[in-house]
């Protein structure tokens, strides 16, 4: 049981450049999410999604954008990449609707952008 | 104001020894609170957690203190071994506009000396 898969492990980004980081759950979670993890910030919530077409907005949700066409996969796209996004990005699953039901990271992707 | 503050930021304990960390909250919204243990290279794991009708759950060498009216809440880590060593958070969630929403607290980095 894969859980939470991210891809790239490690990505170096120059100013400007644009990429995808890629997140897939196999646990069939309606809540998908993004957060940075930065010395001293804890996880800041970047966007989420509660299903299939629907998302919104976090705590730091600039510079970023989200999609999800599928239950499964949600990407966070980064337009026009500035060193302030350099940071350690997870994605995090759950069930939605239960309040006990706990956020399931990935093992992250180190970002830096030069 | 949605925010978990979290102290300290950092702490060293011998071997054996009680490792503490302490957490507030303001908003009374929130209705769950779950302690995440990280690993270097990898993404939180949920340790332990505990709903604000309970004053304590303990699992093991590990116990959440929880005082609603302060709005505190504690992880208490018993016989700190080595392999405790890890960054731990609390989180708060809260059921807003269908969906449970975890906000963070910003990290304590533990390590715990043979």
């Known amino acids: 049981n894969a859980g939470v898969t991210q891809t790239p492990k490690f990505q170096v980004l120059k100013t400007g450049q644009s990429m995808t980081l890629q997140c897939a759950q196999d646990m069939n979670h309606e809540y998908m999410s993004w957060y940075r993890q930065d010395p001293g910030m804890g996880l800041r919530l970047i966007h989420y999604s509660v299903g299939a077409g629907i998302t919104d907005q976090g705590e730091v949700p600039n510079g970023y954008n989200v999609s999800r066409s599928t239950t499964e996969d949600f990407p966070l796209r980064l337009l026009s990449a500035a060193p302030s996004q350099t940071s350690v990005y997870f994605c995090?699953?759950?069930?939605?609707?239960?309040?006990?039901?706990?956020?399931?990271f990935g093992n992250g992707t180190r970002l830096t952008v030069t | 104001q949605q925010q978990v503050k979290q102290s300290p930021q950092s702490l060293i304990v011998q071997k054996g020894g009680i490792s503490i960390i302490n957490c507030a909250y303001e908003n009374t919204a929130f209705d769950y609170f779950p302690w995440y243990q990280q690993f270097p290279g990898k993404g939180p794991a949920l340790l332990i957690a505990i709903r604000p009708d309970v004053s304590e759950k303990k699992e093991g060498r590990f116990t959440i203190s929880f005082n609603k009216s302060a709005k505190q809440f504690s992880l208490h880590i018993m016989d700190s071994q080595p392999g405790d060593s890890a960054t731990y958070f609390c989180a708060a969630t809260a059921f807003v506009s269908g969906t449970y929403k975890y906000i963070f607290g910003t990290g304590t980095r533990l390590k715990v000396l043979a």
């Open positions: 995090a699953s759950a069930r939605a609707s239960s309040y006990n039901s706990p956020l399931h």
